[in-house]
């Protein structure tokens, strides 16, 4: 039998066993471990260096047993998804892209880092702090690897320490000598936890939104007047001012609910010429004005009056840059779509093709007048809008702007006649 002390250790196996124990691994630009080759960068460092529960360095351009649409994801695409795990999609993407044009440039390490989707990252990252023993994306060990791994397992659940054998209550209280072969059965007993430990979680969650809620609906409760009586010679006889309708049914049309409020999205892109600082003037006032330099996040609402789809409301529109807090019916609600060109944008809609977005959406494409437009929108065809805007002036804040109003005119015409199309109108409100 191969000693398990012999078995290449396995990648992410180390990695989660230095998570758990907060001991994280130290970049480095050569396979040997010392204070002038580590490295902070990713984009130059070569190794992962581990100093638990061995000193042991791994190629960062090695695959591992995580599998994502068929292909094994590299050593630095696992463990950068992890140093990212706090960031929301559009940040994760926007520093993958960073990441792989510092990779390319001269003195980089080469090679490129994959982009995990929404769901193999959640799932990688829960595997990695513990949360889960099973991950679907990850590929099971073989042969000596995998003993090695299930002997290591189950130390680590034992509450062993450094290395240091576990022994049952039953060695423990009788100090007997004890055959070899059932020794190795004690050492990968796991030790099971009772229902407080269980229960407890990795994350803490705050449920006040339920109470709050709750409140909310219990005070209407409280509020609605109670239903009148009726007695039951009253209830079977018909009256003079509804014949043939019982009193117990309602005599008067329900009230329609609420219209939603439609949702438009606009691109998490730095070099969008719209985004969440700037749009909410432009598509009001008709003037363009820079984004600021600080990224803005949040929702904000735009109210416009569309005579052919109400005449006498204004409709209230919602404006985001990401999908990540949408219900599923949100999609349902959204009507406008503004793209760089850039396809990343799509990645986390319900619609990440752009051929089938913008058949059910109408996107919107703003340049600077005169440049050209890019082959990726053109490609989209009719279902995209192309506008022109004049070149911003550094000094002139925003004098001679008046043709910006004629693209905001045509944006709104768009938007207008799509929703039109698609049934928004008096009677959908």
């Known amino acids: 039998m191969a000693d398990s002390s012999d078995v290449e250790p396995d990648a992410l196996l180390t990695l989660r066993s230095c998570i758990l124990s907060q001991n994280p691994p130290v970049p480095t630009t050569s396979p040997e471990a010392s204070a002038s080759n580590a490295t902070e960068n990713l984009a130059i460092a070569t190794h992962l260096h581990f100093s638990s529960p061995t000193h042991h360095s791994f190629p960062l351009s090695g695959p591992t047993r995580f599998v994502s649409s068929g292909t094994p994801v590299d050593l630095r695409s696992i463990y950068f998804a992890w140093q990212k795990k706090d960031d929301n999609i559009p940040d994760y993407i926007a520093s993958a892209q960073q990441l792989n044009e510092e990779l390319s440039a001269a003195g980089g390490a080469g090679g490129r880092v994959q982009n995990l989707v929404f769901v193999e990252r959640l799932d990688l990252i829960t595997w990695l702090e513990g949360a889960s023993d099973e991950s679907e994306y990850i590929a099971p060990l073989e042969g000596e690897a995998a003993k090695a791994a299930a002997g290591g397992a189950a130390t680590i659940a034992s509450g062993a320490a450094g290395g240091a054998t576990a022994l049952s209550g039953a060695t423990a209280r009788a100090g007997k000598t004890i055959d070899p072969r059932l020794q190795e059965i004690y050492n990968n007993e796991r030790r099971m ?22 409140e909310a609906y219990l005070g209407r409760t409280r509020a609605r007047p109670s239903a009148p009586t009726t007695t039951p010679s009253t209830a079977s006889r018909p009256t003079a001012s509804t014949p043939g309708i019982p009193p117990s049914l309602p005599t008067h049309p329900k009230k329609p609910s609420r219209r939603p409020d439609p949702i438009i999205l606009l691109s998490p892109s730095a070099s969008s010429l719209l985004r969440m600082s700037n749009i909410k003037p432009f598509l009001e006032s008709g003037t363009y004005a820079p984004p600021a330099p600080t990224a803005t996040s949040g929702i ?28 599923p019916d949100y999609w349902e609600r959204v009507v ?86 698609k049934g928004w109108g008096v009677a959908a409100g």
């Open 300 to 327: 904000l609402h735009i109210s416009r009056l569309l005579p052919s789809i109400d005449p006498n409301r204004p409709l209230r529109f919602i404006l985001v840059d990401s999908p990540e807090q949408f219900k």
């Open 193 to 214: 936890g009772d229902r407080n430990t269980v229960l407890r979680g990795v994350k803490p969650t705050d449920f006040s939104f339920v109470r709050k809620s709750a």
């Open 336 to 421: 406008a779509v503004f793209t760089t060109g850039q396809t990343w944008q799509f990645r986390s809609y319900k619609w990440s093709n752009p051929g089938e977005l913008f058949g059910r959406v109408q996107g919107v494409y703003v340049g600077w007048r005169g440049d050209d437009v890019p082959e990726t929108v053109k490609g989209w065809g009719r279902g995209v809008v192309n506008l022109g805007i004049d070149k911003w002036v550094e000094g002139r804040k925003g004098e001679g702007r008046y043709r910006d109003r004629e693209a905001v005119e045509s944006i709104w015409s768009h938007v207008e006649g799509w929703m039109k199309g």
